[in-house]
């Protein structure tokens, strides 16, 4: 694939230069081929593993999560050595989905799968595996933008509806079978052929838990033990890890474990707060880490974490996996039938992106992102207002170029009629106690003498919002300052943006709280005081 | 003997030590609560030309300042990294590299990240960690790696990461054994390294594997005995804070140590969400600042934007993608 050389060959001008610590190392200039530290491979790895791609930023191994969409947003996709947890949604409908995308993407590559689970016979799961797109079909498919039979029928537009049309959607669309990234038929299942033509385990807990299986003596729950054992005994056979000498394999480990942390594992902490073996599942995650970073795998781990009772343990869970994806579906929560939501089925949030071989990492910009599970595809859309209707401040994106926020707080005009935006001010370049009275303003509402002590030039009026000019400065001070505070003020539901933040906000954003068009340009920063949502 | 008011503590005894001028260092003869809490501290007077190894600074670019080599060393630092809502892990990059360009013995205990994540972004900050390794220089421990030795394979002598093995939460004493070991000066004669720093990658990690609080602390206190006051060097730790997360044990060990660093630095996120131009905040606070003139606990806060090698810092709200 000449996208794959191209992105290789940068790959290797910018990631390689890496000596390992191997002694059959002679030169430095190596391409990274992938994760693996402790091996004896000498000489440069070409990378030529069908189903994965080098990263362009840092020439890590990749393999596809299954979803394009989700790939863009991970940064390229899933990297060779590293875990992708999903929090799964309340009533585990739409994780499986992920999961199973996962490893269908495993089987059309031709990759070996793990499959562990405590709930289902991994036999079943293979079963019900989605069936891949081919090139004819996909677009077919595509034009059928058939919903869900749950939603209801709508045949009201929403006026906010038509603004997230103008915004892009995240998934690629079909155009060939490519490589890298498949897309998957969710209504039929798996040819048999492709199932039996590939190789796989499994792991099922009922069963194993009787066999006598060398265990190890650790303070893990039993069923956490004997999984630890069964990975490492598969990555070690079948050389994945490249310490066997008799095989030498070539090819990516997909590992899925479904539901770790549940009580079917044996484990307590969705159950009670401070349990016997809290430790458990986190020495897991950090031993099974430690398995992946030094052979070819990838894994994808389900979790209920919405029943895990101590905070801490999420938080340490989160710490110890790669990256981190969460999934709330609407089902059976207020957002149901909320008109915004109506076109889709829940929201995902990427909360963790690794920083793998370098300083920073991918993240996406957008950070509100929809789901939809259409009759047969997957989607994942960006732009939707996510935050809860129910909350008292709209949250602010940084200095996204994005018009999310203005339609975020459209949306709040849309649905709570009676906002009260009492006024905008625009603190021009540095009149620091000028900047000081307006927020006395806002919290006093006596606006003839704040006026008369801050010198203000301009005042127009319109009904309760209000605009305030004031004079321009030559120092910069006042505006530092009242940027400093920004934290603060946001307590007091006074939000305060820059210049280039103002800028992103565009016009409707201050048309939706009824102030003037005509806004001077002027300035850096603008404090708004937020309405108070119901 | 002169006697001058110590910044803090306990009206510890003075008496004349080096020829650097005075410090106050308590003899091993110290004992009790007394000798254990003050030995812990020990500070140095200096001349006012020499300069603090993290000279603060009034300027607008700190960057240059902020992380230059030291010109002197008194050694026994303990510096604490600590991140919370965003990841602190490029000062510990920048530490491990700071080190091994100022020609220092290094221990590093990584144990959130394998060893070609950090060489790799340690040859874009220019140190070669295999050379290092090599040389004698870096003494690494990489905690994935060992952690499949020890579950998978029985150990036949004791190793750092023993602890995994036991089912109740022992102490970390191999791993204390380890870090002496790596650290302990070679009686070769000539001195090749400068002094001795201990990193250690993510304390956080300890309590996930099962260790208490209490167990993490002893451990660095161990540590801090031997390396700050012993062998004259210095230590840096990360520990993530919980934040909103109720985590107990994290919160004892991020207090425990915070009371104990000389020099904080704190990575936070910002407050008002995420950014593309600025990544978070730094806030960087002495504990001890040895001159006496200076204001004690001084504290200053910058934003930054990390790049791909380097990070760039600027007072808050002076992105220059803002200004």
Known sequence: MAAAATCGSVAASTGSAVATASKNNVTSFQR???????????????????????????????VSTGLPALDQLLGGGLAVGTVLLIEEDKYNIYSPLLFKYFLAEGIVNGHTLLVASAKEDPANILQELPAPLLDDKCKKEFDEDV??????????????????????KMEIGPVSSSRFGHYYDASKRMPQELIEASNWHGFFLPEKISSTLKVEPCSLTPGYTKLLQFIQNIIYEEGFDGSNPQKKQRNILRIGIQNLGSPLWG???????????????????????????????????TMPTHLIQNKAIIARV????????????????????NPLYKDYHGLIHI???????????????????????????FTIEAGVQWHDLGSRQPRLLGSSNYPASASLVAGITGAHHHTQLIFVFLVETGFHHVGQAGLELLTSGNSASASQSAGITGMSYRARPRALYFKENKSKVGARQLLETREEHLSSRLLILTQAERLCMGRRFFTAFHIFNELPCKGDCICLQTCQTQ | MARRPGTGYLGVVVRRGSTRGLDWRLGPAESGLLGHLAYSQRLTVRSRTERNWLGPSPSWAPQADLFSPRSSHSGGKLTLLCDAKTDGSFLVHHFLSFYLKANCKVCFVALIQSFSHYSIVGQKLGVSLTMARERGQLVFLEGLKSAVDVVFQAQKEPHPLQFLREANAGNLKPLFEFVREALKPIDSGEARWTYPVLLVDDLSVLLSLGMGAVAVLDFIHYCRATVCWELKGNMVVLVHDSGDAEDEENDILLNGLSHQSHLILRAEGLATGFCRDVHGQLRILWRRPSQPTVHRDQSFTYQYKIQDKSVSFFAKGMSPAVL
Not at chain 1, 36 to 61: E, F, H, K, W
Not at chain 1, 268 to 281: F, M, P
Not at chain 1, 352 to 376: G, M, W, Y
């Open chain 1, 351 to 377: 909360r963790q992106i690794p920083r793998l071989n370098n300083l920073i990492c991918d993240e996406s910009d957008v950070k509100d992102l929809a789901f939809k599970l259409k009759r047969k595809l």
């Open chain 1, 147 to 168: 919903y869900n039979h749950k939603t209801p029928e709508s045949n009201i537009k929403m006026k906010i509806a038509w603004r997230y049309q103008l915004l892009p």
């Open chain 1, 318 to 337: 989160t710490t110890l996996s790669d990256i981190v994806v969460g999934l709330e579906s609407f089902i059976g929560s207020e957002r149901e039938t």
């Open chain 1, 267 to 301: 484990d307590d902490i969705c159950c009670a707060e401070n349990g016997g073996n809290s430790h458990s599942l986190t020495k897991f995650l950090y031993v099974l880490r430690g398995l992946l970073r030094t052979s070819l795998s990838a894994c994808i781990i």
């Open chain 1, 32 to 62: 990274r081929g992938r994760r693996a530290s402790g091996t004896n491979d000498s000489g440069p790895r070409l990378v030529s593993i069908t189903g994965t791609r080098p990263s362009v930023r840092n020439g890590q191994l990749l």
